[in-house]
């Protein structure tokens, strides 16, 4: 599950998370492509839809913010140079969590609830357990300084849960 952005390389990463989009069930696919100039290429795929976003590595290093934009069929979305995509978290925003045991994100603070295994498949990952102070948002992130993924977001008030089901 480890990508580095220390470097200018990406390999390709592909996850593919289930989500609770208001009651309806969809599996959204994504795959992360070698990093071009100063971006790393996102390919999203939702049954016979596709499309691109481009993620800034400085929002991936320094971003205090998600965004759960929708992609645009056939086009690519510029994620804003001060968010992350929707599945991770940033550089920054990791090691805060990690030093002082809680972290803003989206204006909202997140509190360490502790370290757990999440289990896709047959592999397991030791992940962060976090929870939003102002809501009951949950998040679990793995313990990956270089590359914090979300696996699993329950009770967003925006109505958008997700969990990691498959990664390769």
Do not use: C
């Not at 800034?56 to 992350?84: H, P, Y």
């Not at 757990?116 to 998040?139: C, F, K, N, W």
């Amino acid at each position: 599950m480890q990508i580095s952005l220390n470097a200018q390389q990406l390999s390709i990463h592909h996850y593919e998370y289930l989500f609770n989009l208001h009651g309806q069930m969809r599996v959204i696919e994504l795959d992360f492509h070698n990093v071009v100039s100063e971006d790393v290429l996102v390919e999203w795929k939702l049954r016979k839809e596709s499309g691109f976003y481009k993620l800034n590595l400085q929002a991936a290093r320094n971003a205090m913010g998600m965004s759960f934009q929708r992609g645009e069929t056939q086009d690519t979305v510029k994620i804003k140079a001060d968010q992350t995509l929707y599945q991770m978290i940033s550089m920054n925003a990791y090691d805060e969590l990690v030093k002082q045991k809680q972290f803003m994100y989206n204006k909202t603070t997140y509190v360490w609830l502790g370290e757990e295994l999440y289990t896709v498949g047959e592999q397991s990952m030791p992940v962060i357990h976090v929870r939003a102070q102002i809501d009951d948002t949950e998040m679990w992130i793995t313990k990956s300084p270089d590359w914090p993924v979300v696996v699993r977001m329950t009770y967003n008030p925006l109505g958008i849960n997700y969990e990691l089901i498959n990664y390769h």
